[in-house]
């Protein structure tokens, strides 16, 4: 069932890319939609005992009742086999659709096994239903693509298991014209269940585990002779996705964890080569959606990024970072009164690389000590109705969020033996047509410095900076902070209405 699986998620990708639908109800139904591909977009029947026949026959009453047409040419033997499977669903104004060479429905005890056999093609068909037309190919590997449909509970649960899985793609169409490029996703020791496929009011839950995910996409533009190349790679893959609600009240959660992450992105032409790499030793993601909010968490660890290529002459430049932590949370839909947006970054023991620091501190004058930057902030929007820059007279206004307030809770940044934290809160005035005045905040923040003037003194000794260049930048330092015990600085900006300017109580503007 693990392989069967896998072959909706190959399915799915084109279907998004050509007919992605608008609105976030929209967006709900089609993320449903993908994850029901899974079992050809169709739910089993409540039955305690499922049959091959009646599986099949609830399919096609369910594709009829959901607006899709299903279609196949039916063998009746040791299993029920279907034949040119097509399945055609609409999608925002077009359609999409996908055939399967074949497919067995197989009686196991009360349950029934769902077959794709191996080494047959899968066609996909995107039309937008604005003119044009994407069609892609796809070949299963040697191993059948299977899953066992259980319902002992009037919930049919699928059990998904696969040693290995291979999904290639053969060709690639779009309006007529072929698509130089070249796809796989390889994965081993797939397994895991998913449920709620009913429709009912049960929600849909994915929850699925890989051995190994391995992919390429490669890109060819014969005009130019360019290439764009994408390898990744990941171990110990656990994935759980919950979908749970209906048109205008949905939600859902899903979280990806891995471990030993590996990325490479190629880019090379007749001009030359540009290349990155990275890797991850752990990597958590999580995102929760609603009908007016997203919420993203990531966490990884043993960051590894590598730039090189011709491009690049003084050699490879790499970055390491022993830990990132992002959170970011973001109202998606119209509300009434003040929403928050919150942002939350925690990035510990950065360090660069050798040919980094041979062209910034050639003589090593600088601490070379791990880098630390925490920062969180939030802001108050509100959905407001703005007319475009580019409105003519009699246009209506569209929705917009306006930021009303900007808050800076947490500043901490810790780089080659200096410090600078800070907090700070500003207000947005409205503007003109109640648009916010985001050039005239009114607020301040205080900021806190250590290590400035050791730091100073290290670059000329250093060579990075020149006398004079660090007696302009002394200069600067004395008119917006204020010196206390040792090498410590205070500042305190504030901004008021009609732009002005204050600096530790000095009016600049």
């Known amino acids: 069932m693990g392989q069967f699986r896998d072959n909706s998620a190959t399915l799915a990708q084109p279907t998004r890319a050509c007919n992605a639908p608008a609105g976030k109800d929209a967006k709900m139904i089609s993320t449903r939609s993908l994850l029901l591909a899974t079992t050809m977009a169709l739910p089993v029947p409540a039955y305690a ?10 399919w096609q009453d369910r594709a009829a009742a959901a607006g899709r047409s299903l279609s196949a040419e039916v063998e009746q033997g040791a299993a029920l086999t279907l034949r040119g499977l097509t399945v055609t669903r609409p999608l925002g104004d077009g359609t999409v659709t996908a055939t399967f060479d074949r497919m067995d429905l197989t ?59 291979t999904a290639t793609l053969l060709s690639l169409t779009q309006n007529g014209e072929e698509v130089d490029a070249d ?10 269940t998913v449920s709620g496929l009913s429709g009912g009011d049960a929600p849909l839950v994915a929850d699925l585990t890989a051995d190994a995910v391995a992919s390429e996409l490669i890109v060819r533009d014969p005009a130019t002779g360019g290439e764009v190349r994408n390898t990744a790679t990941q171990q110990n893959v656990a994935m759980r996705a919950e979908l749970s609600g209906s048109q205008g009240d ?9 471990t030993d992450s590996t990325s490479v992105s190629l880019q090379s032409s007749p ?86 620091w041979a062209m910034l501190d050639p003589r090593g004058a600088l601490p070379r000590d791990p880098g630390q930057l925490s920062l969180t902030a939030e802001a108050d929007l509100e959905m407001i109705d703005v007319l475009a820059p580019t409105a003519l007279p009699g246009d209506e206004s569209v929705p917009s969020l306006a930021p009303r307030a900007v808050r800076i809770e947490t500043l901490a940044l810790d780089l080659a033996g200096a410090t600078l934290g800070g907090t700070g ?80 109580g000095n009016q600049l503007r």
Not at 183 to 192: H, N, V
Not at 432 to 456: F, H, M, R, Y
Request: charged share 15%.
């Open 425 to 504: 809160a500003f207000t947005i005035p409205e503007g003109p047509g109640g648009v916010p005045n985001i050039a005239e905040p009114i607020g301040a923040l205080d900021l806190q410095a250590t290590g400035l003037a050791g730091l100073l003194q290290q670059a000329i000794a250093g060579g990075i900076v020149s006398a004079q260049q660090a007696m302009g930048a002394q200069m600067m330092l004395g008119m917006f902070a204020v010196q206390g015990n040792g090498d410590t600085f205070t500042s305190k900006v504030e901004t008021g209405a009609g732009g002005t300017l204050f600096v530790n």
């Open 183 to 192: 796809m796989r996703a390889d994965l081993s020791g797939l397994g895991g």
């Open 107 to 165: 009686q196991a005890g009360p349950d029934v096994q769902v077959s794709l056999p191996g080494n047959q093609e899968i066609t996909v068909t995107a039309n937008p239903g604005e003119g044009g037309e994407s069609i892609a190919v796809f070949s299963l590997g040697d191993g059948p693509l299977t899953a066992l449909a259980k319902d002992a509970t009037g919930e049919p649960t699928y059990t998904l298991n696969a040693d290995t899985l």
């Open 250 to 258: 949905w939600s859902m959660i899903a979280r990806l964890e891995s």
């Open 49 to 58: 005992d499922l049959t091959p026949e009646t599986l099949w026959q609830d």
């Open 271 to 356: 001009e030359g080569s540009f290349e990155t790499d990275s890797k991850q030793d752990t990597s958590r993601l999580a995102l929760t959606l609603t009908d007016l909010r997203a919420d993203y968490t990531a966490a990884l660890t043993g960051m590894v990024t590598t730039v090189s290529g011709s491009i690049v002459p003084m050699g490879p430049l790499s970055i390491v970072m022993g830990a990132a932590n992002l959170s970011l949370s973001l109202p998606t839909g119209p509300a009434d009164g003040i929403q928050t947006a919150r942002v939350a970054i925690d990035l510990k023991d950065a360090t660069m690389g050798d040919s980094i």
